[in-house]
């Protein structure tokens, strides 16, 4: 559940000077970010830079202390989700209880926008059994539930927050994969954060890059790269200028 605050704004994410500040300090600060449509976007940067709290800010589950953050126009209230909005966490919290097709019939109960016959072709697609117990499943194809769950909603933005880390390469492979495919058919934006950076090449049209809490480098990767640099090197090429510059300081 949202307020509505930017009825004339529909792009997926603006931030206008927002920030995040818990009692040891700025966890995100003076962030100022434009995510647009129908985009893939790699969320970038080392340890503690406030890659998973801006993502908190963009569900609602965190309030911002300085700044807003407007999602497709709305004001994330912190009572949910906004219904074009999906969120996919590394942990996946699935119910390890209920089967497959349990976990799918709980998804359409609780949201309306539910695709019922779209989430069971997912699964399917994944050769995951419908009548098998969520926690008998091994990592890739619990993934592959948790996508099919969070694609199911069909979200205009979906936020993935380390969601491939647990998996083998093979299986992250097959996982991007699909993600791709699906973001390309249903003109969703797809928010991606992750710190294995070769997984993000060839995937991502769109790099937001923070650190120590700010943004260090944002827009599209073929403007950023303009010399061609993969999007890996032009990463770490200016991780590693923030650092020296710190240790110049």
């Given at each position: 559940?949202?307020t509505?605050?930017?009825?004339?704004r529909?792009?997926?994410?603006?931030?206008?000077?927002?920030?995040?500040?818990?009692?040891?300090?700025?966890?995100?600060?003076?962030?100022?970010?434009?995510?647009?449509?129908?985009?893939?976007?790699?969320?970038?940067?080392?340890?503690?830079?406030?890659?998973?709290?801006?993502?908190?800010?963009v569900?609602?589950?965190?309030?911002?202390?300085?700044?807003?953050?407007?999602?497709?126009?709305?004001?994330?209230?912190?009572?949910?989700?906004?219904?074009?909005?999906?969120?996919?966490?590394?942990?996946?919290?699935?119910?390890?209880?209920?089967?497959?097709?349990?976990?799918?019939?709980?998804?359409?109960?609780?949201?309306?926008?539910?695709?019922?016959?779209?989430?069971?072709?997912?699964v399917?697609?994944?050769?995951?059994?419908?009548?098998?117990?969520?926690?008998?499943?091994?990592?890739?194809?619990?993934?592959?539930?948790?996508?099919?769950?969070?694609?199911?909603?069909?979200?205009?933005?979906?936020?993935?927050?380390?969601?491939l880390?647990?998996?083998d390469?093979?299986?992250?492979?097959?996982?991007l994969?699909?993600?791709?495919?699906?973001?390309?058919?249903?003109?969703?934006?797809?928010?991606?954060?992750?710190?294995?950076?070769?997984?993000?090449?060839?995937?991502?049209?769109?790099?937001?890059?923070?650190?120590?809490?700010?943004?260090?480098?944002?827009?599209?990767?073929?403007?950023?790269?303009g010399?061609?640099?993969?999007?890996?090197?032009?990463?770490?090429?200016?991780?590693?200028?923030?650092?020296?510059?710190?240790?110049?300081?």
């Amino acid at each position: 559940m949202t307020t509505r605050r930017h009825p004339d704004r529909a792009l997926p994410v603006l931030a206008e000077g927002v920030g995040k500040r818990y009692r040891r300090g700025w966890a995100l600060e003076e962030t100022s970010l434009v995510i647009p449509e129908n985009r893939v976007v790699a969320l970038v940067g080392p340890n503690g830079a406030g890659k998973s709290t801006l993502m908190g800010l963009v569900t609602g589950m965190l309030r911002p202390s300085a700044g807003s953050i407007a999602v497709f126009g709305d004001e994330p209230s912190g009572k949910g989700l906004h219904p074009a909005v999906s969120y996919l966490a590394q942990q996946k919290p699935l119910y390890r209880q209920l089967t497959v097709a349990e976990t799918l019939t709980f998804g359409a109960r609780t949201n309306p926008t539910w695709d019922q016959g779209y989430a069971s072709h997912l699964v399917e697609q994944a050769g995951v059994p419908m009548n098998a117990k969520v926690g008998t499943l091994s990592g890739g194809q619990r993934t592959r539930v948790a996508l099919a769950l969070a694609l199911g909603k069909r979200p205009r933005l979906l936020l993935l927050d380390e969601p491939l880390a647990d998996l083998d390469p093979l299986a992250r492979e097959a996982v991007l994969r699909v993600l791709m495919s699906e973001a390309r058919m249903q003109g969703m934006t797809v928010v991606l954060s992750s710190h294995v950076l070769a997984e993000l090449e060839g995937v991502c049209d769109h790099l937001v890059l923070l650190h120590r809490g700010r943004v260090l480098l944002a827009g599209d990767v073929n403007r950023l790269s303009g010399d061609g640099t993969p999007l890996g090197e032009l990463v770490l090429r200016h991780m590693r200028a923030a650092a020296a510059q710190e240790v110049a300081a």
